[in-house]
């Protein structure tokens, strides 16, 4: 554990660095934790969360003494898990960053080209592969955040889960993603079966939303890229390039970047309610993981449910 603790110390350092002196902590090349080096690039307040409210989150609450009676070992287990989720999201932001910079670019150096083009009676479109080869890099890595989150729970619970799995033939959904957890619980002894239920409606209502992502980080393995995204378009009647729009199969149309944006911002808050959610499980002792507001550490903090204040029950899962 005292390797843990190590990165743990570092997490934390980072990440004050970078809220209160904006100023890159540096690290010693022959640390133990070295490998993690990947935590102290917090570049934008996602990676702040993800660190903060999924990593540095089962530390805070001290899980090896609440949910592990003190093993060390599996309480690390857990940790390594737990930090497994955190490096995907991470790699995951730094995707929809680089798409958003490449993309500026490239609609820039698409724009010149297009005014210089001597077709001007039709709009004039291009396929990004630069860009597309980001949506994919980011759907991978939110594909393996929530196959990792899904093993959390086998330390907690020995479930021996190895992804948040689906049931999907072609385009039809027989089973949603998650519900392989759903049936653990229903099968679970029976304390842990009725302290999960808020749980597992939890996962129910977003196992559509789930789904979706998953099958759409496979259309790029398998099949070929994703059909439902757009080139760039430079319209010749407003002489400006359209950036890339993802259509949604609801109807919804929106910015690819704005897409990558709002979805990694959704799954890390899913990430951070589901280890919450399985947290409070597995202690059984009624109380809630509680979140400082006001920067101070630590950041949660186990509450009596009766001494949250009112409006602070209603921002829980």
């Known amino acids: 554990m005292d390797f843990i603790k190590n990165i743990i110390a570092h997490l934390r350092a980072s990440y004050y660095s970078w809220k209160f002196a904006r100023i890159k902590p540096k690290s010693n090349a022959g640390s133990p934790f070295g490998s993690f080096g990947v935590y102290a690039e917090s570049k934008d307040d996602i990676d702040v969360f993800i660190l903060q409210d999924i990593a540095v989150l089962p ?3 001290n899980v090896e003494v609440l949910c592990f009676r003190g093993d060390k070992k599996i309480a690390g287990e857990y940790i390594e898990k737990i930090f497994a989720v955190t490096q995907a999201l991470l790699k995951s932001n730094e995707h929809r ?9 490239l609609m820039k150096k698409f724009w010149k080209a297009s005014k210089k083009d001597p077709n001007k ?5 291009l396929n990004p592969v630069e860009l597309n080869s980001e949506i994919d890099g980011f759907l991978s890595q939110l594909k393996a955040a929530l196959d990792s989150l899904a093993c959390t729970l086998n330390p907690l619970f020995d479930f021996g889960l190895s992804a948040l799995r689906k049931d999907v033939k072609g385009t039809i959904i027989k089973k949603k993603s998650g519900y392989q957890i759903i049936e653990k619980f229903e099968k679970a002894n029976e304390p ?5 239920l808020n749980f597992r409606d939890y ?16 259309m790029p393995i398998h099949g070929g890229g994703l059909k439902n995204v757009t080139p760039l ?6 002489k400006k390039v359209i950036p890339q729009k993802i259509h949604h199969p609801n109807g919804q149309v929106e910015n690819a970047g704005d897409f990558m944006k ?9 990430c951070n309610y589901f280890v919450i959610f399985s947290l409070v499980i597995k202690t059984g002792i ?32």
């Open 59 to 61: 530390i805070d609450l």
């Open 97 to 105: 960053r680089k798409y958003v910079e490449n993309e500026k670019r």
């Open 262 to 270: 709002r979805t990694i911002k959704e799954v890390s808050e899913f």
């Open 203 to 218: 996962l129910e209502k977003n196992g559509a939303w789930l789904t979706y992502l998953a099958m759409l980080r496979d």
């Open 121 to 125: 009676h039709i709009d004039l479109t």
């Open 192 to 196: 842990v079966k009725q302290r999960s």
């Open 286 to 317: 009624g109380l809630i993981p509680t979140k400082r507001d006001d920067g101070g550490h630590p950041r949660y903090y186990w509450t009596p449910p009766h001494m949250i204040p009112a409006e602070d029950k209603k921002e829980k899962p």
């Open 233 to 238: 378009v430079f319209e010749q009647k407003t």
